[in-house]
């Protein structure tokens, strides 16, 4: 699955813009394995302060679902790495781990995610510098429902989720958002949404766009 545009935008409460572009590409290289690679890009606007833009490093993730939903949730673990690269990338590579856990009612489905990231907590003053234009977690952990609507292939979806930044002395920040799934074609998919982060030092709002084509390879039947 190739994610073409998944483009997101925020602007936190003193005015800083935040633009952020992740070309993505997936691939199942085994039954319920996929490895994933991401090449986020980060423009940031500061006003007064100046403009930078660059690569905000390489994210390089491997999932793995171990159980198809039957009496007990399907779960599914992860880890990834984000490696050094880029104008605003981080001077080193955080690793991280993930668990997912999915369980469908009659009237939606419930997800919860929880994701943990190794390495040391920088000091705000070397913030920028260590961890560059991305948002790197010593933790996240959240819920989102979702509902489908399998007659006019659309998906809604709402979530709420919890992060403590990687920086020491940081407020720990709640977020809270809602969108929309549309498969447009058989292989072809349009999301957007639109969120709020409620607290910490840049609470505000991100608005998302994203597109994403799945297709077989070549070689593969």
């Not at 997101?8 to 319920?32: D, H, K, N, Q, T």
């Not at 407020?171 to 929309?180: D, K, S, Y």
Request: hydrophobic share 45%; no cysteine; aromatic share 10%.
């Amino acid at each position: 699955e190739v994610q073409a545009a998944p483009l997101r935008v925020a602007r936190s409460g003193g005015g800083v813009y935040e633009w952020g572009i992740e070309p993505e590409l997936a691939f199942g290289i085994l039954p319920r394995t996929q490895v994933e690679v991401g090449f986020p890009l980060a423009f940031v606007d500061a006003g007064a302060l100046g403009r930078s833009s660059g690569l905000a490093g390489i994210d390089v993730s491997a999932l793995y679902n171990l159980n198809a939903e039957t009496a007990i949730p399907a779960l599914a673990v992860a880890a990834g790495v984000l490696l050094p690269a880029g104008a605003l990338g981080p001077d080193k590579a955080y690793a991280s781990v993930k668990g997912i856990a999915t369980r469908t009612f009659s009237w939606a489905r419930l997800h919860v995610n929880a994701e943990y990231t190794f390495g040391s907590t920088v000091a705000a003053s070397d913030a920028e510098q260590s961890l560059g234009a991305g948002e790197v977690s010593r933790w996240l952990a959240g819920a989102a429902v979702d509902r489908t609507f399998p007659l006019r292939s659309m998906l809604v979806t709402a979530e709420v989720f919890a992060r403590e930044p990687l920086v020491a002395g940081v407020e720990l920040e709640w977020n809270t958002g809602a969108g929309i799934r549309y498969q447009f074609r058989p292989r072809w998919a349009l999301d957007g949404g639109v969120g709020r982060r409620l607290t910490g030092e840049d609470s505000g709002w991100y608005v998302t766009f994203g597109s994403a084509y799945a297709f077989g390879l070549p070689w593969r039947r």
